[in-house]
Structure formats: structure tokens, C-alpha cells
């Protein structure tokens, strides 16, 4: 999946998802996994799901160590996305997506 980024000034598009992980230098192995926070342009809060679960599956980023997720809009946090690409308000309460994200794994794995 290749993404826009958000320097990239000739999309109006406003939507943004915040992509991370953090390290864990305590434990051997997972300090690999500190990645900085950057934001990926997204046209929808369904492709901000598959944009964050196909940037876990690509860095092999595991539960504690996702730091991304946070959807803008216009520069305004608007929600979240979990490690299991579910969509959640500011009220912690869950957004319906069009697509559940079970479906975009299979998408994105050519299913």
C-alpha cells in the first residue's frame, strides 16, 4: 500500500493518521521498534484503519509497542485507531466503520 504524505501540498485532503511504535530498550530485541510518530494522509477513517494495520503488519509492531493511531481532522483529533484497526471517538465509544477491519486484512492480503 503506498501512502501519501502530508507534505505533499497538491492533496486538499485534510485527514490525517499519526503512525508510530515505541521501543522497548529494557527488553532484549524490541528496541528495533522505535519508530517516530509521522502523519500519512487518508481520504477516510476506513482507510486510516487499513492505513495503521498494514503499518503494524509491515514493522511486526505488537500490541504494547503501537503508539499511532490518532486520526486528525484538519488538525483536530477526531479519534483513534486501536492495534486491531477498531475506530474509537474521543468518548472512548466505537465508530462503525463501512468496511470492518477484518475485511480490509483480507483485502490487503490479496484474499
Not at 503512525?19 to 532484549?28: F, M, S, T, V
Not at 481520504?43 to 503508539?67: K, P, Q
Request: net charge negative.
Amino acid at each position: 500500500m503506498e501512502h501519501r504524505n502530508l507534505v505533499d501540498d497538491k492533496y486538499r485532503v485534510r485527514m490525517t493518521v499519526v503512525l508510530a511504535a515505541r521501543g522497548n530498550p529494557g527488553i532484549k530485541g524490541f528496541s528495533h521498534l522505535d519508530i517516530p510518530a509521522y502523519e500519512v494522509v487518508v481520504t477516510s477513517i476506513e482507510e486510516a484503519s487499513g492505513v495503521c494495520l498494514d503499518f503494524i503488519e509491515r514493522n511486526y509492531i505488537g500490541m504494547t509497542h503501537w503508539a499511532g493511531g490518532e486520526i486528525k481532522d484538519k488538525g483536530k483529533t477526531v479519534g483513534f485507531v486501536s492495534h486491531n484497526g477498531r475506530v474509537w471517538d474521543l468518548n472512548n465509544h466505537e465508530i462503525k466503520t463501512l468496511f470492518p477491519h477484518e475485511s480490509m486484512l483480507f483485502v490487503q492480503q490479496g484474499g
